[in-house]
């Protein structure tokens, strides 16, 4: 039974702050508390590709279709963009893992390792990103539209929040089972982004940017994760970098893209799972720009967008130009 309370203690999330490291600085503690024995990383599956509610396919079944090593910082276009082409087809679809939500499968295994490692079971704290919409609007049997109301009462909403670097967060106390938010279908189910125990031996961390999950515990817990089927974790030292540089064949796509936007405007990469396109306008002195991307994902989706770059001289104009193609690239396999 949830017996959820929503609370105006935000001091109890006072430790956090003592213990993240600098918003700015990338590393694991910047996201999970600092001060653990051990961390982990838990990668968000993506979605099978043969029907929807099939097996999530795990990274470690993308690297070894792609043939790409999958290491504890390896980011998720660096096992599932491959350099060349691979033989067989994709083995997932879509946009990719989900950020800031572990699928609630892989949350409840996770909940009964976690539930090991801590003397409060019954007494854990919750964060939850305050910027969700988590009502949802189903189509019924019989084709009438039904509003479903928000799952969070509008007296939590107008409580005080918990202000950590970046984000502001609603507050709830509850056993450990309340990890997971469910609102109504169809919309997907939520986990809370941030919760503990009361005697905080652990802390679990799901960033609403990040495809992945950081835990802080023992040595004990990280390794019960390591060895468990699901959810898919990667020990990660507490200084590991949170997101790393592209892949370098991703940088040298974009390096050679850029010679061709700067000679004639307009640039093509194509990959093993899809192609961007990448036009350049110049639009005013120092080096003021419009890029436009369009790309199409031999996943299933397409995307396009336009970026205004001002970097103020040619080289800075340079540099933006191949972050920006890159990031339309990484895209196609949704980050």
Request: aromatic residues 6%; proline residues 10%.
């Amino acid at each position: 039974m949830i017996v959820r309370r929503w609370s105006a203690q935000t001091g109890q999330a006072a430790w956090l702050a003592r213990r993240l490291v600098a918003a700015g600085t990338n590393v694991v503690t910047s996201v999970v508390p600092s001060g653990f024995a051990a961390y982990a990383r838990l990668l968000h599956p993506v979605a099978a590709v043969e029907r929807p509610g099939a097996t999530p396919v795990r990274w470690r079944d993308i690297a070894r279709w792609s043939g790409l090593p999958l290491e504890g910082e390896s980011e998720f276009h660096a096992v599932a963009l491959p350099p060349v082409p691979v033989a067989t087809p994709p083995p997932w679809r879509g946009q990719g893992p989900r950020r800031g939500s572990l699928e609630e499968a892989d949350l409840l295994v996770l909940l009964e390792i976690l539930r090991s490692e801590t003397s409060t079971p019954g007494h854990c704290w919750f964060c939850l990103w305050e910027g969700y919409d988590l009502a949802g609007v189903p189509l019924s049997s019989d084709g009438a539209d039904r509003v479903v109301a928000d799952p969070i009462p509008e007296v939590a909403r107008r409580m005080p929040r918990v202000e950590l670097p970046h984000r502001s967060y609603l507050l709830y106390s509850g056993p450990l089972e309340d990890a997971l938010l469910v609102p109504p279908p169809p919309s997907p189910s939520q986990s809370a982004n941030l919760f503990w125990p009361e005697d905080r031996a652990w802390c679990v961390a799901s960033e609403i940017d990040l495809a992945w999950t950081y835990v802080g515990g023992s040595p004990a817990l990280v390794r019960a994760l390591a060895d468990a089927v699901a959810p898919e974790a990667l020990e990660v030292a507490p200084d590991a970098p949170v997101v790393g540089p592209v892949a370098p064949w991703v940088e040298r796509w974009a390096a050679e893209a850029l010679e061709s936007l700067v000679a004639r405007g307009e640039a093509v990469v194509t990959t093993p799972v899809g192609h961007v396109r990448a036009a350049l306008e110049r639009t005013g002195p120092r080096g003021t720009a419009l890029l436009r991307t369009w790309s199409r994902s031999a996943l299933g989706h397409r995307a396009g967008g336009t970026r205004r770059l001002a970097p103020g001289d040619e080289e800075g104009l340079r540099r933006d130009l191949v972050t920006a193609v890159a990031a339309a690239i990484v895209a196609l396999v949704g980050g």
